[in-house]
Antibody
Framework: EVQLLESGGGLVQPGGSLRLSCAGS????????MIWVRQAPGKGLEWLSY????????YYSGSVRGRFTISRDNAKNSLYLQTNSLRGEDSATYYC???????????????WGQGTLVTVSS | QSALTQPHSVSGSPGQSVTISCTGT?????????VSWYQQHSGKAPKLIIY???ERPSGVPDRFSGSKSGNTASLTISGLQTEDEADYYC??????????FGGGTNLAVL
């Protein structure tokens, strides 16, 4: 069964840091581009970051660029999101997902993990 | 970058059809066919229901269909069932490995 499992969320003070992890299983991890998406409580989905299969190419949304860093360890079948300088508005459930397809049929997110909750509060 | 525009809520009775619109720009929905839709039940992770504008993953009922015209994509759910009650999000590629989500639409099956 294809599965993604996030971990690493929790309560952190403003200005603090957390490292989120996403463990993949049931598929060839290094064959898939991956992304992070977050959802603030009661709000919609927000795309955050993209990483290529090798990890050499990364992109970020403007809201997290310079504060968050995406990375992956294909030997460990794991994706990471280092979150620094956290603010109250970063409080959300963070999801990882694989990008499906290739070429002209590409760009959807499936599957998704179950999410990990980050709460930024003093 | 602004989010794609979706209606906040829609509703329908069992057996009816509803359509949810998703309006972007000529830089995202209008130029790429990388439009997908996600269903999210309360407290659950999003689930892919449409990709490549019109394609359904295996296991998704054919009651769900997608389309696009210009800068607007649409999701139509026909033969509404109570289990369709959920939030629905559109997503579009905006170039340079950046994606945009819509604000989400809450579907009520009355």
């Amino acid at each position: 069964e294809v599965q993604l499992l996030e971990s690493g969320g929790g309560l952190v003070q403003p200005g603090g840091s957390l490292r989120l992890s996403c463990a993949g299983s049931g598929f060839t991890f290094n064959s898939y581009e991956m992304i992070w998406v977050r959802q603030a409580p009661g709000k919609g989905l927000e795309w955050l970051s993209y990483i290529s299969r090798s990890g050499n190419t990364v992109y970020y949304s403007g809201s997290v660029r310079g504060r968050f860093t995406i990375s992956r360890d294909n030997a460990k079948n794991s994706l990471y999101l280092q979150t620094n300088s956290l603010r109250g508005e970063d409080s959300a459930t963070y999801y990882c997902a694989t990008i499906g397809g290739s070429g002209s049929h590409w760009g959807w997110f499936d599957p998704w993990g179950q999410g990990t909750l980050v709460t930024v509060s003093s | 970058q602004s989010a794609l525009t979706q209606p906040h809520s829609v509703s329908g009775s069992p057996g009816q059809s509803v359509t949810i619109s998703c309006t972007g720009t000529s830089n995202d929905v209008g130029i790429y066919n990388y439009v997908s839709w996600y269903q999210q039940h309360s407290g659950k992770a999003p689930k892919l229901i449409i990709y490549d504008v019109t394609e359904r993953p295996s296991g998704v009922p054919d009651r769900f269909s997608g389309s696009k015209s210009g800068n607007t994509a649409s999701l139509t759910i026909s033969g509404l069932q109570t289990e369709d009650e959920a939030d629905y999000y559109c997503c579009a590629y905006a170039g340079s490995y950046i994606w945009m989500f819509g604000g989400g639409t809450n579907l009520a099956v009355l």
